[in-house]
């Protein structure tokens, strides 16, 4: 799925994003489904902005990278969302198995590595942007358990970083 195709079964308008756009480049956390098992999960999406411009380049292959959290990614990405846990890194992604994501939390703040082949972005997002993915990535989880409430989803989170320090 790239940065045009809408996601059909979405509670959200079409293209809906949470988007952080820096000087240096953008980075993008949008919701999707998994083409495999139709699992409600997250894209993050980071560019770089064309030469001399503020615009970022979505189109040059070069300039761009869409990384989807996998199925049993998505509760570590919440638990380090949300300040359970401290960080996480996602590798081996992408049909060649280049791609990459690491979070790490800084107090409120986390900073965001994405990467793949001769490309990388690293961006440190704030209070603000940091809840608004947050709140994207524990409703697109509790999506995937009918009747789920956030705050169920969060505690889920939350064990899991209890689990996660424990191990």
């Not at 994501?101 to 942007?129: D, E, H, M, W």
Request: aromatic share 12%; with cysteine.
């Amino acid at each position: 799925m790239n940065r045009t195709t809408p996601y059909i079964d979405s509670p959200f308008p079409t293209f809906f994003e949470v988007p952080s756009h820096q000087t240096k480049s953008a980075l993008v956390l949008k919701p999707v489904k998994t083409q495999k098992d139709g699992w409600h999960s997250v894209q993050f999406s980071g560019a770089w902005p064309k030469q001399g411009t503020r615009e970022y380049d979505w189109k040059n292959d070069k300039a761009h990278l869409h990384l989807q959290i996998g199925r049993f990614e998505h509760q570590e990405l919440l638990a380090v969302m949300v300040g359970y846990i401290e960080q996480c890194e996602f590798t081996f992604h992408g049909s060649n198995r280049n791609k990459s994501l690491s979070l790490n939390r800084q107090g409120s703040a986390i900073s965001i590595k994405l990467s793949g082949p001769a490309f990388a972005i690293t961006q440190t997002l704030g209070t603000a942007v940091s809840n608004q993915m947050a709140d994207l990535v524990a409703y697109q989880y509790a999506l995937n358990y009918p009747g789920m409430s956030i705050d169920a989803a969060l505690l889920s989170a939350k064990r899991f970083g209890y689990w996660h320090k424990r191990s």
